[in-house]
Structure formats: C-alpha cells, structure tokens
C-alpha cells in the first residue's frame, strides 16, 4: 500500500513541499504520495487526527499551525519541545510524534552550503517569532559564541531568549541598541513577504560573513540589498534550509537520508 504524507498549513499556495518530497521518493524509489493540505485555521487538530485516522503515516507543518502541532503530540522530542513548536509530526504505534528540524536544517545550511563555519561566531537575529526559537538550540550546538536577537517588542525578545538562556549567551535588544557588527546576520521576520526590511541598521553588517534571509523565493530581498550594501560576504535566501529540513523529516519517517544538492538546485532563483 502506498504510504502518505503531507504539510498541512494556511495558506499553502507557496509551498514546495510536494515537488521536493517527490524529489526525494525518487530517489530511492519510495512508494509514497505527498500532498499540501489547507487546514482550517479553527480546525488544524481535527483535520491532522483525520489524517491519520485515514493512513496518514507522516506530515509537515507550517505556518501558523507550529505551536499547537507540538501541543497535540503524544511525545514532543527535544528540539520541539525546548521551543514550543513541530515541523514534523509521524504517526507511529498509535501515537503522535513531534519534532522540530527547521534549526538543524538552518545549521546544516550555513556550514555545508555555504561553508560558514559557526564555532566561535556572533551572530544576529532580526525577529523573536518561531523561527528564531527553533534555531536557537541548534546553534549553540554548533558552538556558536554569542547570540542577538532584535525585535521592535523588546519584550518578546526577551522571553525566546530566556527559553535556552542557560545553555549559552544569548541576549535581547531593540534595534535601535545595535551599535557593533555581527559575523552572521539572519533576518527572521516576515518583512520581506511584504517587500519590507526589518529596520537593522547598517552597522550590524560590519564584518559580516554571512547574510541570510530565511524567506525563501523572493529574489534578493531589501534585507539582502541592505546587507549586501554594507559589506556582506555573502548574501542567500532560506531555500536551502526549506530542502535540508525537509531531507531530514524524510529520513525520520523512511529511515533514508536524501541528496539534497540537485534539489536546492532546482528551486534556488538567482539573487539578482
């Protein structure tokens, strides 16, 4: 019988989720079917129970459904519960299984693709939303020295900073306390969906290794403009941490972990 899978979301016309797990199937020759799954913003527990009620063996989740599909799992593995939030859930014994790979695959990203080696480095994040908390784990496991993190609400700066403060050092701060620069700089707010910049100031840019949007398919944003502007080594988009994460939720579900290179190469749009 063929196995199912899906990422469920709202809205979900952006997703590549499909064309990369497709990608991955053949690979190996998996006899699997992948599908995007609009979910009710009301009713996101329901449709992911009547999934696999129906056979569903595994699924992706985006946004905004990454909170409560860790609170409805039986078991939430590390990386999603230290943030409160799933990327991946997989149906196993009766149980739901919840774990979080936007982090490591983020990680794995910078330092295999880009080669941007993390031990030792200082690094900023613009924005206090899910994706920062699901990154933060990994890279203090990476060994990186120091992390920002900048918001407009220093508050909720504040509070994802204390979720993993005891493992390493990180701080909060508004973006207008930024007066030094940073060796990777990550825009991780929802700016760029709407043609924006987060309001990073030029300094943060000194020295800078590494710019890194992690919207993925918007071309070179004004963040990426702004950052290239003001002396950053590199410029990339996230569509390298898209396919990475979703190379390791493939390989939590099938036991296989797939090439990843021809994949990225396929979705990336040239930063122009």
Same mark, same amino acid.
Request: with cysteine; aromatic share 6%.
């Given at each position: 019988m063929t196995d199912r899978y899906a990422v469920f979301g709202n809205p979900l016309s952006h997703t590549k989720s499909p064309f990369i797990h497709a990608a991955f199937a053949a690979q190996f020759g998996e006899d699997m079917t992948y599908e995007a799954i609009e979910a009710p913003v009301d009713g996101f527990e329901a449709a992911v129970r009547a999934f696999f009620a129906a056979g569903g063996k595994g699924l992706n989740v985006t946004v905004p459904f990454k909170v409560a599909a860790e609170a409805m799992a039986d078991e939430a593995l590390e990386a999603a519960n230290i943030c409160g939030a799933s990327n991946c859930l997989k149906f196993e014994n009766g149980r739901i299984i919840a774990d979080n790979f936007d982090g490591v695959g983020l990680v794995r990203d910078i330092e295999v693709n880009f080669g941007v080696e993390l031990k030792g480095k200082r690094m900023l994040f613009a924005g206090a939303g899910g994706a920062t908390r699901g990154a933060l784990g990994p890279f203090l496991e990476a060994g990186v020295a120091e992390i920002w993190i900048a918001n407009r609400t220093i508050d909720k700066a504040e509070a994802v900073a204390q979720l993993l403060g005891p493992r390493g050092s990180i701080h909060?701060?508004?973006?207008?306390?930024?007066?030094? /620069?940073f060796d990777v700089v990550l825009n991780a707010t929802s700016a760029s969906l709407l /043609?924006?910049?987060?309001?990073v100031p030029s300094i943060a840019f000194e020295g800078t290794t590494l710019a890194y949007e992690m919207v993925y398919g918007k071309g070179k944003t004004p963040f990426l403009r702004l950052a290239e502007a003001n002396g950053a080594d590199q410029i990339a988009d996230g569509v390298g941490m898209l396919v990475e994460q979703a190379a390791l939720a493939f390989a939590w579900w099938r036991g296989k972990r797939p090439d990843t290179a021809p994949v990225i190469e396929a979705l990336t749009i040239p930063l122009q």
């Open positions: 909060a701060c508004g973006y207008n306390a930024i007066d030094r /620069g /043609g924006e910049c987060p309001p």
